[in-house]
């Protein structure tokens, strides 16, 4: 998907509001690092790269987490509560699908 717009800015032919949505707009100019990191988060409804990155660390490990539970892996779930005790706010559902509920 990020590839696809890639070339369209590349080519012009598509603008950088159109990809980038509200906030930062792309510039003429090389396409740099971030301006695709900024694409691929707006791809997910999201405003920054950062807060992808987090989505992606909290679905891991809230996968992980199920899977020391149906594994019947009491050390191994106590250990991932005991490093990160978000997962204990964070509902299955939302953890897993990232929807904010």
């Not at 020391?68 to 559902?93: C, E, F, M, Y």
């Amino acid at each position: 998907m990020a590839q696809g717009r890639t070339r369209r800015v590349r080519a012009h032919t598509s603008s950088a509001s159109e990809i980038c949505g509200r906030g930062r707009t792309l510039t003429a100019g090389p396409f740099r690092l971030s301006d695709a990191q900024l694409v691929i988060a707006r791809e997910y409804g999201l405003a920054h790269w950062t807060e992808l990155k987090q989505r992606i660390e909290a679905n891991s490990l809230a996968k992980a987490l199920i899977a020391a539970i149906h594994a019947d892996d009491r050390t191994g779930a106590v250990q991932l509560i005991q490093t990160s005790p978000q997962l204990l706010r964070t509902s299955r559902w939302s953890a897993v699908t990232g929807d904010r509920r």
